[in-house]
């Protein structure tokens, strides 16, 4: 069955970085574009970055852009998301969604705590 597990998440100062990733199984990894959402307590699931199957494309949500890169290597099945300079705003569940078509998956969340 399809997974996707991701794994990188943790505690980190305010201007800190964290690298997280998220690896595929189970699917024609190289055919999905892949975004990553977030979910703070309380708040709505956002889309904060997407990438094209390719890799040729991405796009980020205003309050990310210039922080966060997000990328992907479609020989290991893995996306990124690299989160530098990071607030205490970025405090949420970290999720990677994986859409080809009319199918979409969702990984089980990273938690990310962004705190002094």
């Known amino acids: 069955q399809v997974q996707l597990v991701e794994s990188g998440g943790g505690l980190v100062q305010p201007g800190g970085s964290l690298r997280l990733s998220c690896a595929a199984s189970?699917?024609?990894?190289?055919?999905?574009?892949m975004s990553w959402c977030r979910q703070a307590p309380g708040k709505e699931r956002e889309l904060v970055a997407f990438?094209?199957?390719?890799?040729?494309?991405?796009s980020y949500v205003d309050s990310v852009k210039g922080r966060f890169t997000i990328s992907r290597d479609n020989v290991k099945r893995t996306v990124y998301l690299q989160m530098d300079s990071l607030k205490p705003e970025d405090t949420a569940v970290y999720y990677c969604?994986?859409?080809?078509?009319?199918?979409?998956?969702w990984g089980q969340g990273t938690q990310v705590t962004v705190s002094s």
């Open positions: 189970g699917l024609r990894f190289s055919s999905y574009a």
């Open positions: 990438i094209t199957s390719t890799g040729d494309s991405t």
């Open positions: 969604y994986a859409r080809w078509d009319s199918n979409t998956y």
